[in-house]
């Protein structure tokens, strides 16, 4: 067993300010010093990911050439409804480029895979229209795709159809993306948990989250919103879930985490999830 | 087992190159380009505080790591064979890649791989200020490593059915941390803030066999596939007690195996530029067998039982079949329409001996049945005829209805007897738009109302209270979205995006005598104000920058009948990023990168309870310089800060770290 001290954080706002200062300093001389002696002519250009220096957008007639049968069921696609439709520079990047970058390069080179935008490879692509993705993933606990062991696609198909239909092995079942991986918690139990009927999103944040185990709520309310009884007023002050008084427990810790009902994914040999 | 699948590997597709170099030999005519990159790298982290923390936040352990940062290897090798493979090898942080493939353009693919990463986890449990001390640490370093084997190979001869066989391992290994906290006493107060974790091996064997081909413009896809699943998992949740420097631990030991089968059919066609239909249909079987123990020093209680299921057995069959059709566009509108049906029961039995308080131990059967049945459909349009602009509008419903049967029996007494029909019907209803009312400018917004009503039918209920308790429950969620895009110039872009997400959950239950009178009252509230702005500028050629801001306010409001304990939860979090990129000359490139977030919602409730919420602020630096040093070399040196202070867990999670890393990367 190893104690930590219950010493709160003393960091005194004098000192952060200090820091900062130093620190906004010391980035702004650095910057002003680089600035100031890259003198040198430089005929590189450099862009801010996703996107492809010199290259320029072609549209998707242009794709169709190699990728017949993308550019064909890009109608099917959530991201079609999207598509800004006309001709000319105020729609230009709509369609495939919008997520694969601008295509010149990678058509003159014949389809050189490193002169075009793969979003399988980087989120950035994604994170151009999904901003509050972005800060999701950057959060403490979250799935490791800034890191490059997922990605978007891992979870999402975005040439997928914008209908019901058969991807791969997965028709259309609840939960079947996050088994993939997560077999432990998705596989059925004797005794299920009828959260698991809404999703696995009912309770999980699955982008990223401030909460341990990626919880929208990491404390009671993450049950109660759900488990949950009108009271007679004499019991004002305590919670009864059916008959039994739950006020002790509540006040030990949350529900899941408190020892009781352990078994949120479904139990196999308890009713009430406790183990 | 890895090791001899690696082996496997690269024996087979050493054999596959061998046969291609003898083909390149003999056609002096090939002119092969062959491309190889290999970057050697090593970092160095030293932290202070909370190293298990930084190695969860971060995804990399302190000290020295190192080893190949990434390798690329890409191979014309003839006309019409490609080698294409790429790795990565880090040492001591347990981050290993290698995947190579061979494709023969019109005949096939062979192509394996492995990749692993470690998963660290903090082993800290939760915060308590009165105690002393007021938070504990597992003395155990917690990682699991997380990976797969695969290897495929796959026939694409021209005019015949493209099949694809293929092999997949897939494991997680190693340790975890929970959020099954265990009890720590002090005087009177008892508060459930002890670390536990979980000891976890699991592994699931995947065999895949897919096969598809066009028969005039219909196009035929079957894909089969059996996975083995097994999983072999402890979990340890200790309780201490300070006022006599005692503990207790109760583990509980989870064994299970299933083997499940899927086959998908699918068929679809593009009749014409107007027409399209898809038809699908998935079976699936699984077969599970497990057992289980939970072990609890005396004295057991009503909650702190022992355990053991000698026998668990769950199987289920499932069969979905989906019809979908698109029409369009007609003078600019479009529709879609799709059905889906799906039927599947689930059996689940447990045969289980159960001490109870004291022996002598009872034995119980468990027994339950879920039959679900559903029916979805969906209909949509888009209209694009306003010039720049596309309107859509989809609407979604599915009528569900599961009937549930749980029994169980006490040496033959019946304990539980529960007969539950649920009906479900869910809609979900979304409009929205995309216009560029201006050259340089988009806009785009969206609502969606989605609507679940749950209706619980109790057959019959042996057992008062939970879960024979709800009797509906119903879920309302209604979502917007805007978002605004300007490219004033090519040099400068800037999106806000807003999005307001509000979800009311409704509950309605039976009477219980002298406790609740029955009804239905709105159990839970959740408000979401989600504020977005990213920025790009590119103030000259060889310079960019990247900004982004995101306020992320949610609130979550349940029915807790006045009880201190449990307060509002509030998850505001401020997030700050930026990037920029600079040439220094035509060799090298300076980057740099910052993110910042803060959450400030701690509420010290220990007179009530436990305390709540997360104060926290979080910043990451990250500066790079790379340098190219030959036409095929180029050297990289990075330097990270990372500081996370966190208040709330009385500065138990706080770190700092400092990261230097360099790495060479060497083109052939």
């Known amino acids: ?275 | 087992m890895k090791r001899i699948f690696l082996r496997m590997l690269l024996a087979t597709l050493s054999m596959g190159v061998a046969g291609l170099e003898t083909t390149r030999a003999a056609d002096p005519a090939t002119n092969s380009t062959l491309e190889v990159s290999v970057t050697p790298e090593a970092t160095f982290a030293k932290v202070s505080g909370n190293t298990q923390k930084f190695r969860e936040d971060v995804g990399i352990r302190d000290g020295w790591t190192g080893g190949i940062e990434d390798a690329t290897l890409h191979d014309d090798i003839s006309k019409d064979i490609t080698l294409d493979g790429e790795g990565r090898f880090i040492l001591d942080d347990h981050d290993y890649k290698l995947q190579l493939q061979i494709t023969k353009k019109d005949v096939g693919f062979v192509r394996g791989g492995f990749t692993e990463y470690r998963e660290y986890y903090d082993n800290t449990g939760g915060f308590f200020r009165p105690f002393t001390p007021s938070s504990f640490k597992l003395n155990d370093d917690l990682g699991m490593d997380v990976g797969n084997m695969f290897f495929e190979a796959g026939l694409t001869l021209p005019n015949l059915p493209k099949v694809t066989v293929g092999y997949e391992h897939q494991f997680r290994d190693g340790d975890k941390s929970l959020l099954e906290w265990g009890g720590v006493t002090q005087g009177t107060d008892t508060r459930k803030i002890y670390p536990s974790s979980k000891d976890v091996h699991e592994y699931t064997d995947i065999l895949k066999l897919s096969a598809e081909y066009d028969i005039s413009k219909v196009h035929l896809r079957d894909d089969f596939r059996y996975e083995h699943f097994s999983m072999n998992d402890t979990r340890a949740d200790t309780s201490v007690d300070l006022n006599t420097s005692s503990s207790q631990t109760i583990t509980v030991h989870e064994n299970n195996d299933h083997d499940a089968f899927y086959n998908t059919f699918r068929m679809d066609s593009h009749v014409n530029d107007k027409v399209y239909w898809s038809l699908g249909y998935l079976y699936s079987t699984l077969s599970g067998n497990g057992d289980m123990q939970v072990v609890t020093p005396p004295p057991v209680g009503p909650f702190g039982n022992n355990w053991a299921a000698s026998a668990i057995n769950v199987d289920l069959d499932s069969h979905v079949v989906n019809l979908n059709s698109m029409f369009g566009p007609f003078k600019g509108l479009s529709f879609y329409a799709g059905l889906q049906a799906e039927k599947t029961d689930t059996h689940g039995f447990t045969d289980a001996l159960l001490t109870q308080g004291v022996s002598p131990s009872t034995t119980n059967l468990i027994h339950s049945a879920n039959d679900t049945k559903s029916l979805s459909e969906t209909f949509g349009m888009r209209y694009t005829k306003i010039p720049y602009t596309t309107l859509y509008a989809e609407g979604q419903w599915q009528e569900e209805q599961i009937d549930l049967d749980e029994e169980e029996t006490q040496d033959g007494a019946s304990s539980l007897a529960l007969g539950n029909d649920a009906t479900v019907f869910r809609r979900d209803y979304r409009v929205g738009f995309n216009t560029a009312p201006l050259p340089r400018v988009t806009l785009a917004g969206s609502y969606r109302h989605y609507v679940a009503n749950n209706d619980y039918d109790y057959e019959r209920d042996t057992v008062p209270g939970y879960p024979g308790f709800i009797t509906a429950q119903d879920f309302t969620t209604d979502e917007a979205m805007g978002k605004l895009t300007l490219r004033p110039c090519s040099r400068f872009s800037v999106a806000f995006t807003y999005q307001l997400v509000s979800t009311d959950t409704r509950t309605s239950s039976e009477a219980v005598p002298l406790l609740a009178p029955g009804g239905s009252l709105e159990s839970g509230n959740y408000d979401a104000n989600i504020y977005s702005v990213s920025a790009t500028i590119t103030p000259m050629s060889r310079w960019y920058l990247t900004g982004y801001f995101s306020l992320q306010d949610t609130r979550t409001v349940a029915f807790a009948n006045h009880d201190p304990s449990v307060q509002t939860y509030r998850g505001d979090v401020y997030t700050i990023m930026g990037t920029t990129g600079y040439a220094l000359d035509n060799k090298t490139d300076l980057t740099l990168e910052y993110s910042y977030s803060r959450s400030d919602n701690f509420s010290d409730n220990s007179s009530a309870g436990l305390p709540l919420g997360l104060d926290f602020q979080r910043h990451a630096l990250l500066a790079g310089v790379s340098r190219k040093i030959s036409k095929n070399v180029i050297a990289r040196l990075r330097y990270g800060f990372y500081e996370y202070n966190e208040p709330s867990s009385g500065g138990s999670n706080n770190y700092t770290a400092h990261l230097a890393s360099a790495s060479c990367t060497v083109r052939f």
Do not use: W
């Open chain 1, 1 to 275: 067993m190893k104690e930590t001290s219950n010493s709160m954080s003393q960091d005194k706002p004098q000192g952060r300010f200090l820091r900062a200062k130093a620190l906004t300093g010391l980035i702004g001389g650095v910057a002003t010093a680089i600035i100031a002696i890259s003198c040198a002519t430089v005929d590189r250009v450099v862009l801010a990911p996703p996107m492809i220096p010199g290259a320029k957008y072609v549209g998707m007639d242009t794709c169709a050439a190699c990728h017949e049968k993308e550019v064909k069921n890009f109608k099917l696609t959530q991201h079609a409804r999207i598509q800004i439709p006309g001709e000319g520079p105020r729609v230009e990047g709509e369609g495939c480029e919008s997520c694969h970058g601008p295509g010149s390069l990678h058509v003159d080179s014949g389809g050189d895979r490193k002169l075009i935008v793969n979003p399988r490879k980087s989120p950035e692509a994604c994170f151009q229209c999904h901003l509050d993705k972005n800060a999701e993933f950057s959060l403490q606990f979250h799935h490791p795709v800034k890191e490059g062991r997922m990605s978007c696609t891992s979870c999402h198909d975005p040439h997928g159809e914008d209908i019901l239909k058969p991807k791969e092995m997965q028709v259309g079942r609840v939960n079947q993306d996050c088994a993939q991986c997560h077999r432990e918690q998705a596989r059925p139990h004797v005794f299920e948990h009828e959260a698991m009927r809404e999703g696995c999103t009912s309770c999980h944040n699955v982008h990223g989250s401030i909460n341990s185990k990626m919880l929208t709520e990491r404390d009671n309310n993450l049950c109660l919103k759900c488990h949950a009884q009108i009271a007679m007023p004499k019991t004002a002050g305590q919670v009864f879930i059916g008959t039994f008084d739950h006020t002790p427990f509540l006040q030990q810790g949350t529900c899941f985490s408190a020892g009781c009902h352990t078994a949120v994914h479904g139990s196999d040999i308890n009713s009430h999830l406790r183990y």
